[in-house]
């Protein structure tokens, strides 16, 4: 077995160093206390020596067995003996299924990793792992990219077991003097990836006896695809992007015609938005999103990011509240008014240098308010088909100003058009300018 050992610490380093997967430095080694965690332990003690790896054990408890609390026990028995500090921690109550049960583990394994200046983050995941998320990714319509499935090095997540199976960390566990937790929920087919594992593989090595193999195939093949068009989709994000304070904002009109690279660009921005992880159906309907030009439309993003489109802009952000227009406002002769982002002066006099944006209005009772729907300018059209054919967008509308009579007929939509009234001797002025840049 000593043999063994050897040989496969041998193939787990020239995997590290294929891959670049580890740099010299403290490194978090998730550890549930089964056979893949723990020779992944094992194997990284091993080599840390020759890696200049600073090993940190993590345990999470995830709740979801009465008997999770003695898997600790098992972690740190192993980790004592290898001489090596150990971090636990537990879940405050059980996850509602796998993917809160994932989102929960990954986020303490981060904090330890910030507490212990760790870049990186060591996980147990074989080939055999490997095969069955393939087979999992198939089977949710991932797409081409989703078959890449799970990398060496993905940001902080160091995957250095993804060339052993599952019988090699099952062997090598043996060999450290731990018994292994066996964890009886690995039996249960309610859990798709349980699922896959005890019934489709085995049928499927009915057909090759080597289809795990040929599953981690396609996923290195995948990869190899996934990497071209991740870089030529990062090229094209950076051609299509504007600059804008808050959120990603891309001139669709920039975006490249090849559907493939558009798309991918757009995952891109949507990851950089905050809204990572996005399933086939979001990436379709953002590259739909994006490949329309009528008017505005939205979508949700997952982790309350939200994409809007208005005419050939797309912007990714965080859901913002719609915006509150002021109150209708009256304009008195003589003063100066502020009304959201903009101020009027009504007959200020000659000596009105407020802005170039001036009409000549009746002396007649005048307030500014927010445009309504069914607002129509005197003796002109719909106020709405103005600032539809301005391209003003749609959650800006609902706070542009338009000036009213007492009877709500508007005379002046500002900076686009003015009603068709007579003029008179008794008109006053009416200038307008902006106080803040427009958000369309």
């Not at 891959?19 to 091993?46: R, T």
């Not at 719609?322 to 000659?350: K, M, V």
């Not at 000549?360 to 307030?367: D, G, I, Y």
Request: with cysteine; hydrophobic share 40%; aromatic share 4%.
């Amino acid at each position: 077995m000593a043999t063994t050992s050897t040989t496969i610490q041998r193939r787990v380093r020239e995997f590290i160093a294929t891959h670049s997967i580890f740099e010299p430095g403290p490194v978090v080694v998730a550890c549930s206390g089964g056979p893949d965690s723990l020779a992944l332990l094992g194997i990284l003690h091993a080599l840390s020596g020759q890696l200049g790896l600073v090993l940190h054990v993590a345990h999470f408890d995830h709740r979801m067995r009465a008997t999770s609390g003695q898997d600790v026990r098992v972690v740190e028995r192993a980790a004592r003996a290898l001489g090596l500090p150990t971090h636990n921690g537990a879940a405050a109550k059980p996850p509602r299924g796998e993917a809160e049960a994932r989102e929960a583990r990954y986020g303490f394994l981060r904090q330890v990793a910030k507490s212990t200046g760790a870049k990186s983050i060591a996980l147990g995941h074989t080939r055999d792992d490997q095969a069955e998320t393939v087979l999992l990714h198939l089977v949710r319509g991932s797409g081409v990219l989703g078959l890449a499935a799970m990398r060496p090095r993905r940001d902080d997540l160091a995957r250095p077991l993804l060339c052993l199976t599952r019988a090699d960390t099952v062997g090598y566990a043996k060999t450290m003097g731990v018994r292994p937790v066996r964890d009886p929920t690995n039996a249960s087919e309610r859990y798709a990836r349980n699922l896959v594992r005890l019934r489709v593989v085995p049928l499927l090595e009915r057909l090759n006896p080597k289809a795990r193999e040929a599953l981690s195939r396609i996923a290195d093949n995948a990869a190899l695809l996934a990497d071209v068009l991740r870089s030529a989709a990062s090229n094209a994000l950076d051609v299509a992007l504007e600059a804008k304070a808050e959120g990603v904002a891309l001139d669709l009109d920039r975006l490249p015609l090849d559907d493939a690279v558009a798309g991918e660009a757009l995952a891109l921005a949507a990851e950089r938005a905050g809204a990572s992880g996005l399933s086939e159906r979001h990436r379709s309907a953002l590259l739909a999103l994006s490949r329309d030009d009528r008017g505005s439309a939205r979508m949700d993003l997952p982790h309350g990011v939200v994409a809007w489109r208005e005419y050939r802009r797309l912007t990714i952000g965080p859901k913002q509240e719609q915006d509150e227009p002021p109150p209708p406002t009256p304009l008195t002769p003589g003063r100066s008014i502020e009304w959201g982002d903009w101020a009027f002066s009504l007959d200020a006099g000659a000596g009105d240098r407020l802005s170039s944006l001036r009409i000549r209005v009746p002396k007649v009772e005048l307030s500014v308010r927010a445009w309504r729907p069914g607002d129509r300018l005197v003796g002109g059209g719909k106020v709405q088909d103005v600032l539809t054919d301005a391209k003003v967008p749609r959650r800006v509308r609902s706070v542009y100003p338009v000036v009213v009579t007492p009877a709500g007929d508007v005379l002046w939509v500002p900076g686009l058009a003015r009603a068709a009234v007579g003029g008179s001797e008794s008109d006053m002025t009416l200038a307008a300018r902006r106080r803040k840049p427009s958000r369309a």
